[in-house]
């Protein structure tokens, strides 16, 4: 299993701006697709954004399009999630996850093998 710890959460006003870290372990960080996750109080785990081994294909929900954004450095076992203009609404624990049998992302958590312990991301208005 890759051991994923992800980093950078923290309370900010709304409009400020997080980059969520995620580091990995493992020699096949370049070819699985990565994915943040998100999870509010109540409310069922949510896809956020996915990104290809290659860093070439991404995939953002609608709630987070134009705002956040999904990165990676193979050379550093790291996927980053910069979120910009932050509201409320984002308000949660974000998860990294990975997903060691495909190269190309998915939006479906259930085809993500491991797992982070969350990272609170808190957005007061």
């Known amino acids: 299993q890759v051991q994923l710890v992800e980093s950078g959460g923290g309370s900010v006003q709304a409009g400020a701006s997080l980059r969520l870290s995620c580091a990995a372990s493992g020699r096949t960080f370049s070819s699985s697709a990565m994915g943040w996750f998100r999870q509010a109080p109540g409310k069922e785990r949510e896809f956020v954004s996915a990104?290809?081994?290659?860093?070439?294909?991404?995939y953002y929900a609608d709630s987070v399009k134009d705002r956040f954004t999904i990165s990676r450095d193979n050379a550093k076992n790291t996927v980053y999630l910069q979120m910009n203009s932050l509201k409320p609404e984002d308000t949660a624990v974000y998860y990294c996850?990975?997903?060691?049998?495909?190269?190309?992302?998915?939006?479906?958590?259930?085809?993500?093998?491991?797992w982070g312990q969350g990272t609170q991301v808190t957005v007061s208005s």
């Open positions: 996850a990975a997903d060691r049998d495909r190269s190309q992302p998915t939006p479906t958590a259930a085809d993500f093998d491991s």
């Open positions: 990104i290809s081994g290659s860093g070439g294909v991404k």
